[in-house]
């Protein structure tokens, strides 16, 4: 695993151009645990896929000296197709391709891995079971022992605990700080406060520009969710594209 500063340089992500993110910049530490928060629309998935390269930037800049296979990547659940007819397993191999190739052969290592990740977010058992038939939060475990399995040294989570108990959220929480101490890079997107400032010791607080970035503390203070919460109530979806900064 392999981590690094990545740097954010004015970025500008727009769609048909208009913007979702906009002028944001800023340094993300190498080992640091980022909770990115703001109103729906607010650009934070965005923000998220510019960083993996799944978004071209419309201006400004994402630079690190990272691999696409350093990054692991959990989209928000509504973006996941659970249909496709693959055993939990399988699911969890999948994130073994950087070990594998995508069209290699798994390894029996591989096989024990992905054991004892379902061991780790308590799936043990559920090996074979199709992922259509498991609940959500089992769904959401299973997707934490890919990331496991993928060693990733920088993990991007696209609300990880959206519409998952209490239970459930506190042992994925368990593995983000377990993340966090080996000294990965983990970024979430997060709408729940009280948890931001439990677990998180950063915040960047985003209303498609940035209205504070650093101590969770800071950043998550009164003042600062008012004026993400007045931007948000000011957004024109129908507005032109921005002009490039002066
Ligand atoms: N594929 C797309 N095509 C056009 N517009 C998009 C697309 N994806 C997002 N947008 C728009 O970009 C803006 C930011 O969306 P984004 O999903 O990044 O926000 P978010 O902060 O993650 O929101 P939420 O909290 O609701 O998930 C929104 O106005 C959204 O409608």
């Given at each position: 695993?392999?981590?690094?500063?990545?740097?954010l340089?004015d970025?500008t992500?727009a769609?048909e151009?208009h913007?979702a993110v906009?002028?944001?910049s800023?340094?993300i530490?190498?080992?640091?645990?980022?909770?990115?928060?703001?109103?729906?629309?607010?650009?934070?998935?965005?923000?998220?896929?510019?960083?993996?390269g799944?978004?071209?930037?419309?201006?400004?800049?994402v630079r690190?000296?990272?691999?696409r296979?350093?990054?692991?990547?959990?989209p928000?659940?509504?973006?996941i197709?659970r249909?496709?007819p693959?055993s939990v397993?399988?699911?969890v191999?999948?994130?073994?391709?950087?070990?594998?190739?995508?069209?290699g052969?798994?390894?029996?290592?591989?096989?024990?891995?992905a054991?004892?990740?379902?061991?780790?977010?308590?799936?043990e058992?559920?090996?074979?079971?199709?992922?259509?038939s498991?609940?959500?939060?089992?769904?959401?475990?299973?997707?934490?022992?890919?990331l496991?399995l993928?060693?990733a040294?920088v993990?991007l989570?696209?609300e990880?605990?959206?519409?998952?108990?209490?239970r459930?959220t506190?042992d994925l929480l368990d593995?983000?700080?377990?993340w966090?101490?080996?000294?990965?890079?983990?970024l979430?997107?997060l709408?729940d406060?009280?948890?931001i400032r439990a677990?998180?010791?950063?915040?960047l607080?985003l209303?498609?520009e940035t209205?504070?970035?650093?101590?969770?503390?800071?950043v998550m203070?009164?003042?600062n969710?008012?004026?993400a919460?007045?931007?948000?109530e000011r957004w024109?979806?129908s507005?032109?594209?921005?002009?490039?900064?002066?």
């Open positions: 695993m392999s981590t690094a500063a990545i740097e340089v970025l992500v769609y151009r913007p906009h002028h944001v800023g340094t530490a190498a080992g640091s645990l980022i909770a990115i928060a703001g109103p729906n629309g607010a650009g934070k998935s965005s923000l998220l896929k510019a960083i993996i799944e978004l071209r930037p419309t201006s400004g800049i690190h000296e990272l691999k296979t350093d990054f692991g990547y959990l928000q659940a509504a973006d197709n249909r496709f693959i397993l399988d699911t191999l999948l994130g073994s391709w950087r070990q594998t190739g995508a069209f052969c798994v390894v029996p290592a591989a096989r024990n891995r054991h004892k990740a379902l061991g780790v977010v308590g799936l058992g559920f090996e074979g079971r199709s992922i259509g498991l609940s959500a939060g089992q769904f959401q475990r299973v997707l934490f022992a890919r496991l993928q060693d040294g993990i989570l696209d990880p605990f959206t519409a998952i108990d209490a459930t506190r593995i983000v700080a377990r966090h101490a080996e000294g990965r890079t983990v979430a997107v709408h406060f009280e948890q677990h998180f010791p950063q915040t607080l209303a498609r209205i504070g970035w650093g101590a969770t503390a800071d203070s009164p003042l969710l008012g004026k919460r007045a931007m948000a024109d979806e507005a032109g594209m921005c002009e490039p900064a002066a």
